[in-house]
């Protein structure tokens, strides 16, 4: 049972462009959500991450969106930079504390920012 | 600190031989985290501990698997008469009490 899904197992966008990553969840408990961005030979790297209390979260070029209603969050990267190129990972928490404890993550989407 | 760091980066063994891994987690955080990754998928939760005591550990863990984190510093998992199904990148990453995750550049295991 795939608790965190993220469909789209690849994505391309123009460098300058917008990026957006997508990520559904299914289970009710989860309150702390996380992004991770993973490069080959590499463990990943947080990102950036939301609580449940918050519906955006912004760090640079990097935002984060939660539509709890919908079990949904999203990605935002502007704009996208070739560095940017990557698997992304979505992960979350039922922490119930706001901080990171057990993660369950998607399966990632591959991001290529195209010159 | 340079970060997480793990031991080896590549371990290749034959069926049914025992293997060892080892973390090294950045020296100030108290959570260290065991996950596993296959190809195509997220890393897979396995086990953690806030110092010396493991509080949790997936029904992924079974008894072949065993993880320990003596003095609250260093970890070990080891992987006793491995199997092809083992083969998988091995992560590790540590955290504070309240805080995101630092994970390590991962063990890749081959089970020939």
């Known amino acids: 049972d795939q608790q965190v899904k993220q469909n789209s197992p690849s994505l391309s966008v123009q460098e300058g462009r917008i990026s957006i990553l997508n990520c559904d969840y299914t289970?009710?408990?989860?309150?702390?959500f996380l992004w991770y961005k993973k490069y080959p030979a590499e463990g990943p790297t947080f990102l950036i991450s939301?609580?449940?209390?918050?519906d955006k979260n912004e760090d640079g070029r990097f935002t984060v969106f939660l539509n709890k209603s919908a079990k949904h969050l999203s990605l935002h990267i502007v704009p996208s930079q070739p560095g940017d190129s990557a698997v992304y990972f979505c992960a979350a928490s039922a922490s119930n504390t706001g901080t990171a404890s057990k993660l369950t993550f998607g399966t990632g989407t591959r991001l290529q920012v195209t010159l | 600190d340079t970060g997480v760091s793990q031991d080896p980066r590549h371990k290749i063994t034959k069926r049914g031989q025992n293997v060892t891994f080892r973390c090294d987690p950045i020296s100030e955080h108290n959570r260290l985290y065991w996950y596993r990754q296959t190809l195509g998928q997220g890393p897979e939760f396995l086990t953690y501990f806030q110092n010396e005591a493991q509080l949790e550990k997936s029904r992924l863990l079974s008894d072949r698997f065993s993880a320990e984190r003596p003095k609250g510093s260093f970890s070990t998992l080891e992987i006793q008469r491995t199997e092809q199904g083992d083969s998988a990148m091995y992560l590790c990453a540590s955290s504070l009490a309240k805080g995101g995750y630092t994970f390590g550049s991962g063990t890749r295991l081959t089970v020939v």
């Open positions: 939301i609580s449940s209390i918050k």
């Open positions: 289970n009710s408990m989860f309150d702390y």
